[in-house]
């Protein structure tokens, strides 16, 4: 069933980059699985959505193919009336059957006659904790992480230094192979990528030290990843080509998920800071004034004269950063704390003032 990655975040289909990143932000925040309102199949749907619309050759190749397209999951329109069929009773070795590879008869036999398919190296993933001041402002964390990386000393040639790149004796120089497979559909002739040029047609001639000819290595690297301001608990950051490198294809993808610790006293409400003050009941009626610590470091409130429970007073362009370098504000909900008991000077005055109607 094809996917329509549009509807999926609800945006037109010539939103911008921004557009799809708000919205891709609010459904994650809303659907993440440790949240009350949380959907784990909704959540994983949003997520495919949003990494194909916010990277152009993917989103391009989408808007031409659909979600059926080239590495979009599905097998596209040249399946040949295979849609619905019970491949289930060919499983591999059963019952004396067939042994195949559908995703190799699929892609060598119905999915564009030989043409090679890029390898794409393994995703990986990793959680970052951040303080509440961290998530509001922005900040760069370098991630250390141990990887199959492309290697240094050759540039992922697989070439020692100096050494000339010479014609594959396996495929001649073309980059693949024919090989014969054997399908319940009968025999076929299909393409398939060098070993051991990895579809390049050449070789070193002398190999790499470093990585033994192979143009990768597992070893330590170091990310650098820039959190952006306002991000929420529970969202994903997508680095494109942060994963596990591969010899003769691209690297994958590192996703990394934010934890965002909880603040003492303030909430994020959208750009808005949200807190609670508790007051004197003689500051509710007589004005007065607070002092509050907010990320920006402390400042006085004014207390405003004849304040009522649960009055909201803002703090103007003290909240959470935007994209255009605008700020929110800082929302401050007034609770009165009511004296539980009363001395009797105090219970004579304030019986006065009833007498006085107030």
Known sequence: MKKDYYEILGVDKKAGKDDIKRAFRTLAHKYHPDKKTGDDAKFKEINEAYSVLSDDQKRAQYDQFGSAGPNMGGFGGGSGGFEGFDFSQFTQGANGGFEFDFGDIFGDVFGGGGRRQTKRGRDISVDIELNFDESVFGVERTILLNKVSKCDTCGGSGAEKGSDMVTCDTCNGKGNIREVKRTFFGQFETNAVCENCHGS?????????????????????????????????????????????????????????????????????????????????????????????????????????????????????????????????????????????????VRKKIEDLKKEGL
Do not use: W
Not at 291 to 296: F, H, V
């Open 201 to 345: 047609g050449k070789i070193p001639k002398v190999k790499c030290r470093t990585c033994h000819g192979h143009g990768v290595y597992k070893k330590e690297s170091e990310i650098k990843v820039k959190i952006p301001s306002g991000i929420e608990n529970g969202e994903m950051i997508r680095l494109s080509g942060g994963g596990e490198a591969i010899s003769g294809g691209q690297s994958g993808d590192l996703y990394i998920k934010i934890h965002v610790k909880k603040h003492p006293i303030f909430k994020k409400e959208g750009q808005n800071l949200v807190m609670d003050l508790g007051i004197k009941l003689t500051d509710a009626l007589l004005g007065g004034e607070q002092t509050i610590n907010t990320l920006d470091g402390a400042i006085k409130v004014k207390i405003p004269e004849g304040v009522s429970h649960g009055e909201i007073l803002r703090i103007k362009s003290k909240g959470v950063p935007s994209e255009r370098g605008s700020r929110g504000d800082i929302l401050i909900k007034i609770h009165i704390d009511l004296p539980k008991k009363l001395s009797k000077d």
